[in-house]
């Protein structure tokens, strides 16, 4: 599969399968639960065709501590319970995706706590930044390079080749052991970039399919998604983009970030690339809590997945689900005991296969076709080929001006679309046009 036709489903497993938030290293085959006969059924129903896994190896909490890449965190099972999970999904057509967690480590971490222990004379004091002659909060009289101010996560030193060597032989070790056809990179943001283009090259030699997505807030994702590092980046951008202009009934926000980032212009910024795409995940509040109007989901989600980009859906808000962040981010990420369906999943999986026939949504360019503050018309063209994806947010009906009669087809109801220099659109709706332009 050519990674900008994926569509991606996250899962955040120590959440999902309710295992305790502090490590309390007792085995328990928990991971088994997201391929139990409900949730193979929802993937498929859903249309989904990769899974994206956070945190999976043993950690001190929340996953991003890691102890140790090689074993699987105790409250979720073993190296037998996760093979058997990612070749169930293979066996099911899906991809799966682990996420690497390699800029920081736990303290925890076997070669930290050699640091500790032996100080200058260990081994492994260039495995992270370490000035011994400062200290830190746990008053261990020495200090080092943390993540974002955090004693508790511990930097890395990637330009040490040993470091680097060490993380290829974990991810030659995942996918031999588990077949994985990718890395999400936590916080790529902070990663050495000449880590990243060694992390391409070594995997590209042996998958040049081997999806590398990277964890990106802002600044210039060139930085980082180009044809020596990443293939798709986290589009934040147009995240706070998407919720913010319903919200404050205003798509010129968001408007102006796709042309801003997809356009023909000669400085658009992604012009052919594809950015992951999404509402909400792990880490910030779930959609159905941001929006101000419920009614609004579906027409988020019809974004979503017209917009260029790679969409990705986080666990349980395709049925809609709240979740708004704790201290600890537990109600961004809880126990599902069986998955939901509503209309919303509906609509996600005609969108999943939309998709899937038609490649403008994949490979489109971008052209806007009309913009007020509560309505949009927006293009994406293929090879002949065109869909118009057209958003309305007022309460009552909207007739929207556009400079074209020719007629197209609903993608959603087969029937014909008369457009006689306007396209109708009902209150708070939405629509997809087809037209075949040669």
Known sequence: MKVVERNIYQIYPLGAVGAP???????????????????????????????????????????????????VDQRLGTVEDLQLVCQTLHNQDLHVLFDGVFNHVGRDFSQFQDVLKRRRLSEYKDWFMIDFDGNNSYDDHLRYENWEGHDELVRLNLKNPKVREFIF???????????????????????????????????????????????TLHGDYNQWMNNNMLDSVTNYECYKGLHSSFNTRNFFEIMYSFNRQFGKEPWCLYTGKHPLSFVDNHD???????????????????????????????????????????YND??????????????????????????????????????????????????????????????????????????????????????????????????????????RYF
């Open 330 to 435: 537990t109600s961004l990420r809880p126990y599902i005991e069986k998955p939901e369906w509503n209309e919303l999943c509906d609509l996600i999986s005609v969108l999943n296969r939309m998709r899937h026939l038609h490649l403008e949504l994949v490979y489109g360019d971008y052209t806007q076709i009309a913009l007020s503050n509560l309505y949009c018309i927006f293009e994406r063209a293929y090879q002949g080929k065109a869909i118009w994806a057209c958003f309305n947010i007022k309460d009552e009906p909207m007739d929207i001006p556009v400079n074209s009669t020719k007629d197209g087809i609903n993608l959603f109801t087969d029937e014909v679309e008369k457009i006689p220099g306007f396209v109708h659109m009902e209150p708070n709706s939405f629509k997809f046009i087809f037209f």
């Open 284 to 326: 910030v509040n779930r959609i159905a809590s941001i929006l101000e109007k419920k009614e609004w989901l579906p027409l988020i989600y019809a974004m979503l997945y017209a917009m260029p980009g790679i969409p990705s859906v986080y666990y349980g808000s395709e049925w809609g689900i709240e979740g708004v962040k704790n």
């Open 169 to 215: 032989d974990v991810i030659d070790e995942w996918i031999d052991l588990y077949h994985i056809d990718g890395l999400r990179l936590d916080v790529a943001y902070c990663l050495d970039q000449d880590f990243l283009r060694y992390l391409h090259h070594h995997v590209k030699q042996k998958n040049r399919h081997f999806f590398l997505l990277g964890e």
């Open 21 to 71: 938030f502090e490590n309390d290293f007792k085995l328990e085959h928990r991971i088994l639960h997201l391929i139990s006969p409900e949730w193979l059924k929802h993937y498929k129903k859903l249309r989904v065709n990769t899974i994206l896994l956070n945190p999976v190896f043993q950690s001190t909490s929340h996953g991003y501590n890691t102890i140790d890449f090689h074993t």
